[in-house]
């Protein structure tokens, strides 16, 4: 049944993606080209709709695509570092209507799940997919708002706790897995404007809440080895059913715990033409009591210093980020160029350190790369 459904979603979105490609623009740029095709039928997101909690942490049928993004820096007992990464994605397969209403939005879910675990030089990635269901049966995947569950088969993201937090991942896959615990004292972060996070300069966009103050705690299993590890977590919520334009490639997105305890979020969605000061830039600097001090794109200059060959990209292994308007200035490099999600919709995901000079200027993070063709990537 499993690989029923992975022919069936990959052959959905691989039609989307061909529809919407320019005849002379090669397949492989266009890896999330899905995420820029018009969705008639479905709600978009629009600024001034307040974000309502529990109820936003569960599904939302109206929109067409979202997901639950689940990343973590982890150090063993000796210091080493690894990583982890729990997503799941839901895609709409039909607008919804009054009939959908009436029986059950459920069945006309498919959900698509990703885990991967970095280790200090190697990487390991897996994907699933499963239905949504209807009927009385435990589904396969789906999302619970309260208390808090998302699952797809034994990869699971769910509150131990009577609404969100605390919360426990795990999945395993391969020998690989993990079995972590999640818990903070922190509210969630309104990325944007109160939670609608626009992602074209002409408009359009998503909503968009963060937990970037997660402490994480467990283990790791990679091939029979129990691996105690401990640290930092952040989990991103995005829905809305249009997140580029048909102008736009792709993202390079940062998601970076400074050791001042301060977080760093920040992206750029890049244009298709060759003109750097054309891509969209949106960053946002978070104290360690969750205040947000928004950074005025205009002041973000995005350097790339060193690109590697990446299963057949260009890929950009290495930045400088410099932040005048908060006096911030950093590398940020990958902790290994191994870390590519190698599912039927790759792309770069993984590991950074964060070298400056200070606890402001320091740290680890995630970086995720999509929409390379084999282009050297331009600086801004």
Same mark, same amino acid.
């Given at each position: 049944?499993?690989?029923?459904?992975?022919?069936i979603?990959?052959?959905?979105?691989?039609?989307?993606?061909?529809?919407?490609?320019?005849?002379?623009?090669?397949?492989?740029?266009?890896?999330?080209?899905?995420?820029?095709?018009?969705?008639?039928?479905?709600?978009?997101?629009?600024?001034?709709?307040?974000?309502?909690?529990?109820?936003?942490?569960?599904?939302?049928?109206?929109?067409?695509?979202?997901?639950?993004?689940?990343?973590?820096?982890?150090?063993?007992e000796?210091?080493?570092?690894?990583?982890?990464?729990?997503?799941?994605?839901?895609?709409?397969?039909?607008?919804?209507?009054?009939?959908?209403k009436?029986t059950?939005?459920?069945?006309?879910?498919?959900?698509?799940?990703?885990?991967?675990?970095?280790?200090?030089?190697?990487?390991?990635? &897996? +994907?699933?997919?499963a #239905? *949504?269901?209807?009927?009385?049966?435990?589904?396969?995947? /789906? !999302?619970?708002a309260? $208390?808090?569950?998302a699952w797809?088969?034994?990869?699971?993201?769910?509150?131990t706790g009577?609404d969100?937090?605390?919360?426990r991942?795990?999945?395993?896959?391969?020998?690989?897995?993990?079995?972590?615990?999640?818990?903070s004292?922190?509210?969630?972060?309104?990325?944007?404007i109160?939670?609608?996070?626009q992602?074209?300069?002409?408009?359009?966009?998503?909503?968009?809440?963060?937990?970037?103050?997660?402490?994480?705690?467990?283990?790791?299993?990679?091939?029979?080895?129990?691996?105690?590890?401990?640290?930092?977590?952040?989990l991103?919520?995005?829905?809305?059913?249009?997140?580029?334009?048909?102008?736009?490639?792709?993202?390079?997105?940062?998601?970076?715990?400074?050791?001042?305890?301060?977080?760093?979020?920040? &992206? +750029?969605?890049?244009? #298709? *033409?060759?003109?750097?000061?054309?891509?969209?830039?949106? /960053? !946002?600097?978070?104290? $360690?009591?969750?205040?947000?001090?928004?950074?005025?794109?205009?002041?973000?200059?995005?350097?790339?210093?060193e690109?590697?060959?990446?299963?057949?990209?260009?890929l950009?292994?290495?930045?400088?980020?410099?932040?005048?308007?908060i006096?911030?200035?950093?590398?940020?490099?990958?902790?290994?160029?191994n870390?590519?999600m190698q599912?039927?919709?790759?792309?770069?995901?993984?590991?950074?350190?964060?070298?400056?000079?200070?606890p402001?200027?320091?740290?680890?993070g995630?970086?995720?790369?999509?929409?390379?063709?084999?282009?050297?990537?331009?600086?801004?």
């Amino acid at each position: 049944m499993k690989h029923t459904w992975l022919s069936i979603i990959s052959l959905i979105l691989l039609t989307t993606v061909i529809a919407c490609q320019p005849a002379d623009e090669p397949l492989q740029q266009n890896d999330f080209a899905v995420l820029a095709q018009p969705a008639d039928g479905f709600l978009q997101a629009q600024a001034g709709n307040p974000l309502l909690f529990p109820a936003d942490h569960g599904a939302h049928f109206d929109h067409r695509i979202e997901w639950w993004y689940l990343t973590a820096n982890l150090l063993s007992e000796s210091g080493e570092p690894y990583g982890m990464q729990w997503t799941l994605f839901r895609f709409a397969m039909t607008p919804p209507d009054e009939r959908q209403k009436m029986t059950g939005a459920h069945g006309q879910q498919l959900f698509m799940a990703h885990v991967a675990v970095t280790t200090p030089t190697g990487h390991f990635s &897996f +994907q699933r997919y499963a #239905r *949504g269901s209807d009927t009385d049966e435990p589904a396969r995947a /789906g !999302v619970i708002a309260q $208390p808090f569950s998302a699952w797809l088969d034994d990869w699971v993201l769910e509150s131990t706790g009577g609404d969100w937090l605390p919360m426990r991942v795990r999945a395993k896959q391969d020998g690989v897995g993990f079995n972590l615990r999640l818990q903070s004292q922190q509210p969630p972060v309104l990325q944007g404007i109160e939670g609608y996070s626009q992602k074209h300069k002409d408009g359009g966009g998503s909503y968009y809440y963060s937990q970037p103050f997660l402490e994480a705690s467990g283990e790791l299993s990679i091939d029979g080895q129990k691996i105690t590890v401990s640290g930092d977590a952040w989990l991103d919520r995005e829905w809305g059913s249009q997140f580029l334009q048909q102008d736009q490639s792709g993202w390079d997105w940062f998601s970076l715990h400074l050791d001042s305890g301060e977080k760093l979020m920040l &992206f +750029q969605l890049r244009n #298709r *033409g060759d003109n750097p000061a054309g891509n969209y830039l949106h /960053g !946002v600097l978070i104290d $360690p009591n969750g205040a947000k001090t928004p950074l005025n794109p205009a002041m973000v200059r995005l350097e790339v210093m060193e690109t590697s060959p990446v299963s057949g990209r260009i890929l950009p292994m290495k930045w400088r980020i410099e932040l005048p308007q908060i006096e911030r200035q950093f590398v940020v490099q990958a902790l290994h160029e191994n870390q590519w999600m190698q599912v039927d919709f790759p792309y770069w995901e993984g590991v950074v350190t964060v070298k400056g000079d200070g606890p402001e200027n320091s740290g680890r993070g995630y970086m995720e790369l999509t929409g390379y063709s084999t282009a050297t990537p331009a600086s801004r």
